[in-house]
């Protein structure tokens, strides 16, 4: 029944997107009592644009509510002036510690800094922030991302051109991104590597907007008369709009043009079985939040102890202001082969959900 009801949440999410400009806070929390002993946890992302997204919010919060915390909850809207608005509203709320998704990873400094001045502890979320005293950050490995997305699209080219050789598009996400910086650094390392390929273009598009990476699309495909053979994209979204681009010009086949997704959203997991895409990175959102929330609660009850007493440290990542205790979650590959084996097996799907009319 839990299923149906986020599958549900994340139809209406993506066919109506009226969250994009109010606060979700009054939507998912109850009412809070700030002077309450309960611990308290924030968790801010940079949007709920994304389908993903719901199932972020969910499981954090089942791990808060397992930990007998409060979750204090709100989105920003790829705003960054609304994020630190909503940022300094949970501070209000008297939050322990800050979970946060920045908008921007190099403009969010700030917001640690006032955090800090409270006794604040802030773990990064999923998009690495730069520049700033941040106490701990959990992450998917998004070099790796690229670097998968890019590994596939050398085997396409073995298998449907006969040799590594053609014209390759970077779509790139919200600029000054730290995960799009680093997808996108993975797939230029495959480019680089092979001299057959040809970058033409990669672009920045603001908000992961699935309409400004349709635009790019076209305007590609026209300047080089649908001479495109391969597009890799920093999420799902801006994938589908590639995929309506190609659509429209009637080169929406796997066969003809390669195309890579990120997030494994449930419409893109539809084209790898349509034929229409090849392939997506299911970054496993899960084991992601709960970590996050679970070292967000250890940070809480032990605000004088080291992150390497609480919890495995996977790796330490510089910032540019430190060397960040990093734990790194699982991503997987997902082709049109291995749906089953993939994102039904981690009951993210149900089959039913994906191979259905």
């Known amino acids: ?21 109010i606060s979700l806070a009054s939507w998912f929390d109850e009412e809070d009592d700030i002077n309450s002993n309960q611990i308290k946890i924030g968790f801010l992302l940079k949007t709920m ?12 919060e ?45 403009k969010t400094s700030k917001m640690i800094e006032l955090a800090h ?24 490995d998004s070099w790796a991302v690229g670097r998968l997305q890019g590994e596939a699209m050398l085997e396409w080219f073995k298998e449907k051109k006969g040799k590594v050789e053609g014209n390759v598009v970077l779509i790139k996400g919200h600029p000054n991104d730290s995960n799009a910086i680093m997808m996108t650094s993975g797939a230029k390392r495959i480019i680089k590597n092979n001299s057959g390929l040809n970058l033409v273009a990669e672009r920045w ?28 994209c920093n999420n799902s979204g801006m994938a ?59 940070l809480a009850k032990n605000p004088t102890k080291e992150i390497k007493e609480l919890t495995v440290v996977d790796r330490m990542l510089d910032n540019g202001y430190k060397e960040v205790p990093t734990i790194v979650t699982p991503i997987v590959r997902v082709i049109k ?11 993210f799907y149900d089959k039913d959900d994906i191979y259905k009319d």
């Open 117 to 140: 001045k409270q006794g604040v502890k802030v773990v990064g979320y999923d998009s690495l922030i730069l520049n700033a005293d941040l106490d701990a950050h959990v992450m998917q």
């Open 49 to 60: 644009q994304e389908e993903r997204y719901l199932r972020d919010k969910f499981a954090f």
């Open 240 to 298: 589908r709009g590639v995929v309506a681009a190609l659509e429209a010009k009637g080169l929406a086949d796997s066969d003809k043009v390669f195309v890579a997704g990120s997030d494994a959203d449930l419409q893109n997991i539809k084209y790898l079985v349509q034929g229409k895409q090849n392939v997506e990175i299911f970054k496993k959102i899960k084991p992601l939040a709960k970590a996050a929330a679970n070292l967000a609660y250890k």
């Open 62 to 106: 089942d791990e808060v509510k397992r930990l007998g915390a409060k979750l204090i909850f709100d989105a920003a809207s790829n705003d960054e002036n609304l994020q630190l608005a909503r940022f300094k509203r949970m501070l209000d709320k008297n939050v322990d510690v800050v979970v946060l998704q920045p908008v921007s990873s190099n």
């Open 1 to 21: 029944m839990k299923k149906k009801v986020l599958g549900l949440l994340i139809a209406i999410l993506v066919i109506s997107n009226l969250f994009a400009s």
């Open 337 to 347: 082969d291995n749906i089953d084996q993939t994102v039904i097996k981690a009951n």
């Open 205 to 232: 598009h603001k908000g992961w907007s699935s309409d400004k990476a349709m635009a790019t699309a076209v305007e590609l495909l026209d300047k080089y008369d649908n001479n495109i053979d391969a597009f890799i």
